[in-house]
């Protein structure tokens, strides 16, 4: 298949067929890849109350679901800027 001649909206890719995905810029995974893969298990969460200004929670919001999850990147990267100032060898 063919690259796309434009980058496709997430609504253009969600109403593709499989056999019309282009997967040309990914390798191939062989058995030797499986054997030697890790799991990674991604990091546990605390439910917590948090309050906000309303203005700052409508604009995480209106990108719609997974607002939560852009408010703690944005937090996570404030964090990683502010560690980095104070102490280089913490990581988070």
């Not at 995905?21 to 109350?49: H, M």
């Not at 999850?69 to 800027?81: K, Q």
């Amino acid at each position: 298949m063919k690259p796309y001649k434009k980058e496709l909206t997430n609504e253009e890719l969600a109403a593709l067929k499989d056999e019309e995905i282009d997967y040309s810029d990914i390798p191939a995974t062989d058995e030797a890849f499986w054997e030697s893969a890790n799991v990674v298990l991604p990091r546990t969460k605390k439910a917590i109350s948090l309050r906000l200004d309303a203005d700052v929670l409508d604009y995480f919001q209106r990108d719609g679901p997974g607002y939560q999850t852009r408010i703690n990147a944005v937090l996570r990267a404030y964090v990683e800027v502010m560690r980095s100032k104070t102490n280089p060898a913490l990581e988070l």
